[in-house]
């Protein structure tokens, strides 16, 4: 399964939330975190190992074809386990690597499409002509964060609809404070499927070693929560779409109703 966490302003933690998510996964499964952002990465800066060998190395290797373990063989470990592929910091050699894979054999869906095996990619802020728009429509999900206050949900509100049709899937998170859940699904006309906790213990866990400071934080419950839904049916069309309210006002009906934020309210 390839999953791709995105923005589409400001910074509302797509990178926490990405490698929480990864590092959350079920454990049957292999999970890769791919930082595939064109403003470029920050992994590689804070585990303090070169980009060279990681997403750029990745680039690289498809000019000459690879094969699905291409990714894994140029992923570090975090501290905690979780294999990650790093950007550079770079913003030019970032989107260059990414326009690079876009063009070549896609060992990024190669790697997501192995059994058991989920590959999330932190595509970052979503402007129009991303370099990383190929991955993120490839995508069996997009998971789409945004603060919930008035600035970040006007820039919403017309792109939105752009955005439910990126992948197979698009699922709506809010991250941090602002306006409530209600507000934001009558404000938008599309019910966000929850909240991203504002977990600092939580954030600083996904560096350390030990995985269960993680899954004990409301970060990783929550992170786990999704990673479960997504593994674990095939949604209903409206379920866990993006839903331009004009388009399908009956399906928006479904999504408001309630029961999904229950759920999802950390
Ligand atoms: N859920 C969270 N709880 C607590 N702190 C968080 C959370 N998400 C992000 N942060 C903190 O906010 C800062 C920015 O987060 P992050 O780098 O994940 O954002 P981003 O959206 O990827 O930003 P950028 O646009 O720079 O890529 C970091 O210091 C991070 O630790
Ligand atoms: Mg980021």
Same mark, same amino acid.
């Given at each position: 399964? !390839?999953?791709?966490? #995105? /923005? !589409? ?23 890769l975190? #791919?930082?595939?952002?064109? /403003?470029?990465?920050?992994?590689? #800066? ?15 290797? #498809? =000019? ?34 990414l326009?690079? !894979? ?6 990024? @869906? ?14 970052? @802020? ?36 752009a955005?439910?049709?990126?992948? @197979? ?23 966000? !499927? ?17 995985? =269960? ?8 419950r ?29 399906a ?10 229950? @759920?999802?309210?950390?």
């Amino acid at each position: 399964m !390839l999953v791709s966490v #995105v /923005s !589409l302003k400001g910074s509302p933690g797509v990178t926490t939330f990405a490698v929480a998510l990864a590092a959350s996964w079920p454990s049957a499964g292999r999970a890769l975190l #791919v930082e595939a952002d064109p /403003s470029g990465g920050d992994l590689a #800066v804070r585990l303090g190992v070169p980009a060279a060998l990681g997403l750029v190395g990745v680039a690289a290797a #498809v =000019r000459h074809g690879c094969d699905a373990e291409a990714l894994w063989r140029h992923s570090r470990q975090l501290p905690g386990g979780l294999g990650v592929v790093v950007a550079p910091p770079d913003a030019e050699q970032a989107s260059g690597a990414l326009r690079a !894979l876009a063009e070549g054999v896609d060992v990024i @869906r190669a790697a997501a499409d192995q059994s058991d095996t989920v590959v999330v990619a932190d595509c970052g @802020r979503m402007d129009p002509g991303s370099s990383a728009m190929a991955i993120v429509q490839r995508s069996d999900v997009v998971v789409l964060l945004s603060r919930a206050h008035a600035e970040d949900l006007a820039h919403l509100l017309n792109r939105l609809d752009a955005v439910g049709r990126w992948g @197979r899937r698009a699922v709506f998170l809010l991250a941090g404070t602002g306006y409530s859940t209600v507000e934001v699904a009558w404000a938008l006309g599309v019910a966000p !499927l929850g909240r991203v906790p504002w977990d600092r213990v939580g954030a600083a866990a996904l560096w350390g070693r030990s995985r =269960r400071g993680l899954a004990r934080s409301a970060l990783g419950r929550f992170a786990h929560k999704l990673a479960v839904e997504l593994t674990s049916r095939t949604p209903e069309p409206a379920e866990l779409s993006i839903v331009p309210p004009s388009a399908q006002p009956a399906a928006l009906a479904v999504a408001t109703k309630g029961d999904l934020e229950g @759920r999802w309210t950390p």
